[in-house]
């Protein structure tokens, strides 16, 4: 695999202005959750770096699960508004106060799926924290409690987001160059 600078247009966010805004955000729910019980829930893959960043981050007990989806069509970023659950979250959720940790929310349909099934389970509260909106492309209406970033409609990869599953280990997130990657339609 060749080094991801052959792919890099941009650095859109450094990893210092990540950080400062992960700790903002951080902060915020630490005192917005201190009369609860959280529970974050991340949705792999893209999720993680950011879960595990935000984590050391929130002052305040709480535990963490993960669950996995695909977007019928895969290898399509044209999400059909039906995610299939590909592994499920290991506890019950019901009756906690849940917060998604998601990496980035595009059209909008996956996040809206993945609400639709885990309201069903009858949480306390279920909340949203993205690091990334791309909210020019919004398809459907999704709510977005805690967001580190708006960013333009461009295809970025690193800090927890791929290109080809590769590069998700990168600490900034950079800007596609489409000259050496089509990102997929
Ligand atoms: P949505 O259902 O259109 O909101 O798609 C969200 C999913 O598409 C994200 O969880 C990512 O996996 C993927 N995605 C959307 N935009 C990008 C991008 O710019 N880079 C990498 N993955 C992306
Ligand atoms: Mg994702």
Redesign the pocket.
Not at 103 to 111: A, E, P, Q
Not at 154 to 157: G, M
């Given at each position: 695999m060749l080094d991801y600078q052959e792919f890099l247009k941009e650095i859109l966010i450094d990893e210092q202005t990540l950080q400062e805004r992960i700790s903002q955000l951080g902060t915020q729910i630490s005192s917005d959750y201190s009369q609860k019980s959280l529970h974050l829930v991340c949705?792999l893959r893209?999720g993680v770096l950011f879960l595990t960043d935000l984590m050391r981050q929130i002052s305040i007990p709480h535990t963490i699960d993960f669950m996995a989806i695909s977007?019928y069509g895969a290898g399509s970023?044209?999400?059909s508004g039906q995610?299939r659950l590909t592994m499920d979250l290991k506890d019950d959720i019901g009756g906690r106060d849940v917060l998604l940790v998601?990496?980035?929310?595009?059209?909008?349909?996956?996040?809206?799926s993945v609400l639709e099934l885990l309201t069903l389970r009858k949480p306390a509260s279920l909340k949203v924290c993205s690091l990334?909106d791309?909210f020019e492309?919004r398809?459907v209406d999704v709510p977005i409690d805690y967001c580190g970033f708006q960013i333009p409609d461009?295809?970025?990869?690193g800090f927890g987001?791929?290109?080809d599953e590769y590069y998700r280990d990168l600490p900034f997130i950079g800007i596609?160059n489409t000259e050496r990657f089509q990102?997929p339609e």
């Open positions: 949705i893209g977007s970023r044209q999400s995610v998601e990496d980035i929310v595009d059209s909008g349909h996956t996040l809206s990334l791309k492309r398809e461009a295809f970025v990869f987001l791929d290109l596609v990102p």
